[in-house]
């Protein structure tokens, strides 16, 4: 108990926390980061050695960091 409500200026979903309980913080100073994960983009760094090994995408399987579930696009 005892904490301060933070509240968002926008919808979406805490993607990074910059802070721990009890911690303190300065004026000005960021604590979290949130995103509008509805519309991503994903950038791939593709070595030009692999380039003739690709087709023209018709979907891609990836994994954020930290994170232990898979998306897949198509």
């Known amino acids: ?25 300065l004026e000005g100073q960021v604590l979290l980061h949130v995103a509008d994960l509805k519309r991503v983009w994903l950038e791939a760094a593709i070595p030009e050695s692999d380039l003739a090994h690709m087709a023209t995408p018709s979907g891609a399987s990836f994994q954020l960091d930290g994170g232990a579930q898979t998306r897949t696009l198509d």
């Open 1 to 25: 108990g005892g904490g301060i409500p933070l509240r968002s200026p926008l919808n979406g979903t805490v993607i990074e926390v910059r802070t721990t309980r009890g911690a303190p913080v």
